[in-house]
């Protein structure tokens, strides 16, 4: 692990608001120059900090209205491998994630729909008939909070006592 300073953190609250800030932009907000912050975002990739950028779509516009959150637990019979069935639940286009999780169901799935007919069509015909799917709780989901995450503020300053 890489010790972060304040212009670290500082950088990574940044990114995580906006991350199609350009280094330039970046860098007068934090009074560093476009070589410098370009330098640190570098520095912060390579060591796996920034795992990488992602694009935010609004779903709701792009007609899928309908998200929701599916717990599966796999079926004791059979047996199927953990790998077959990610593999397997990775396939579904409308599975937009896929969590492999301790407690009472073996995995947590979001899924998106259109509508609800359209979610029931893919629960019916793609989830539910994947091999080794025992048990399933569906959770829809009615409204969403975007949270800025671990660096939101509330993270402190100095990590310095926390890494060790």
Same mark, same amino acid.
């Not at 991350?19 to 975002?41: D, E, K, V």
């Not at 520095?43 to 959150?69: C, M, N, P, S, Y």
């Not at 937009?96 to 893919?122: N, P």
């Given at each position: 692990?890489?010790?972060?300073?304040?212009?670290?953190?500082?950088?990574? #609250?940044?990114? =995580?608001?906006?991350?199609?800030?350009?280094?330039?932009?970046?860098? #007068?907000?934090?009074?560093?120059?476009?070589?410098?912050?370009?330098? $640190?975002?570098?520095?912060?990739?390579?060591?796996?900090?920034?795992?990488?950028?992602?694009?935010?779509?609004?779903?709701?516009?792009?007609?899928?209205?309908?998200?929701?959150?599916?717990? %599966?637990?796999?079926?004791?019979?059979? $047996?199927?491998?953990? !790998?077959?069935?990610?593999?397997?639940?990775?396939?579904?286009? !409308?599975?937009?994630?896929?969590?492999?999780?301790?407690?009472?169901?073996?995995?947590?799935? $979001?899924?998106?729909?259109?509508?609800?007919?359209?979610? !029931? #069509?893919?629960? #019916?015909?793609?989830? /539910?008939?994947?091999?080794?799917?025992?048990? %399933?709780? =569906?959770?829809?989901?009615?409204?969403? !909070?975007? $949270?800025?995450?671990?660096?939101?503020?509330?993270?402190?300053?100095? /990590?310095? =006592?926390?890494?060790?």
């Amino acid at each position: 692990m890489i010790d972060l300073d304040d212009t670290d953190l500082a950088i990574l #609250r940044a990114l =995580a608001q906006d991350a199609t800030q350009p280094a330039s932009t970046l860098g #007068r907000q934090l009074g560093l120059s476009q070589p410098a912050t370009w330098r $640190r975002i570098k520095r912060l990739t390579q060591a796996g900090i920034i795992a990488g950028r992602k694009l935010d779509l609004d779903r709701e516009k792009l007609g899928f209205g309908v998200t929701v959150f599916l717990g %599966v637990k796999l079926a004791t019979k059979g $047996r199927i491998s953990l !790998e077959d069935f990610e593999r397997a639940v990775s396939a579904i286009p !409308e599975v937009q994630t896929v969590e492999h999780v301790l407690g009472m169901y073996d995995y947590r799935l $979001r899924v998106t729909a259109r509508d609800i007919a359209d979610f !029931e #069509r893919v629960l #019916r015909r793609r989830v /539910m008939a994947l091999p080794g799917v025992g048990d %399933v709780e =569906a959770n829809v989901l009615l409204s969403e !909070e975007r $949270r800025p995450g671990p660096l939101g503020g509330e993270w402190p300053l100095d /990590m310095g =006592a926390q890494r060790g």
